[in-house]
Nanobody
């Protein structure tokens, strides 16, 4: 069964850090671009960041520039999202997605696999 499983979410205070993990089972992540999306309560899902098959990355959300870092470890079949200097507006459910072909896309609908999501809450 092809699966993406996110972990690492939780409750964190503003200014602190969290690292999310996205682990794949049933397929090899190194053939895919991996994206992170998030959805805050009452808002549409938005693209956060994506890492291409090559390892280069792109941030789709301007608000995370300089704070979030996406990386991949193909040997562990896992992609990470390091989130630093967290803000309350980072609160939401974070999803990882996989797209065949190795290139990123900003639209959620252009990805082939999705995880179940992990909740991130930033609050004092």
């Amino acid at each position: 069964q092809l699966q993406l499983v996110e972990s690492g979410g939780g409750l964190e205070q503003p200014g602190n850090s969290l690292r999310l993990s996205c682990a794949a089972s049933g397929f090899s992540l190194n053939e895919y671009a991996i994206g992170w999306f998030r959805q805050a309560p009452g808002k549409e899902r938005e693209g956060v960041s994506c890492v291409r098959q090559s390892g280069s990355s792109i941030n789709y959300a301007g608000s995370v520039k300089g704070r979030f870092i996406i990386s991949r470890d193909n040997a562990k079949n896992t992609v990470y999202l390091q989130m630093n200097s967290l803000k309350p507006e980072d609160t939401g459910v974070y999803y990882c997605t996989a797209r065949r072909g190795g290139w990123c896309a900003q639209s959620w609908n252009e990805y082939d696999f999705w995880g179940q999501g992990t909740q991130v809450t930033v609050s004092s």
